[in-house]
């Protein structure tokens, strides 16, 4: 197996950026899921509290499970306490 390959693996939410959104318009600018007004920090909240990855999209049907997967990798992603950039995207 490639280096790649292992990293891809390693991470398969690598790409948690096409998930999550940042809109100054929507929610006031918290991460939330995209398409949704749902917080990246609620999501993570409720695994938290013990909740699993398969009930967050029973309690909320507008979430997948790649969507907590996500959640989950930029919560990661961002206690690594770098610096991310992630484009902000105004509504209309």
């Known amino acids: 197996m490639s280096q790649e390959a292992e990293s891809q693996e390693a991470r398969p939410f690598a ?4 998930r999550i959104s940042i809109d100054p318009n929507v929610c006031h600018g918290k991460p939330c899921v995209r398409g949704t ?22 309690e909320y049907p507008s979430l997948t499970r790649d969507d907590v997967l996500a959640c989950i990798a930029y919560g990661s992603e961002m ?14």
Do not use: C
């Not at 007004?37 to 029973?58: K, M, Y």
């Not at 991310?84 to 209309?92: A, M, N, Y």
């Open 15 to 18: 790409d948690w950026k096409e």
């Open 37 to 58: 007004r749902i917080w990246v920090s609620l999501v993570l909240d409720l695994l938290a509290s013990g909740q699993s990855v398969e009930e967050l999209p029973r």
């Open 79 to 92: 206690s690594r306490e770098r610096f991310v950039p992630i484009p902000i995207t105004p509504s209309k």
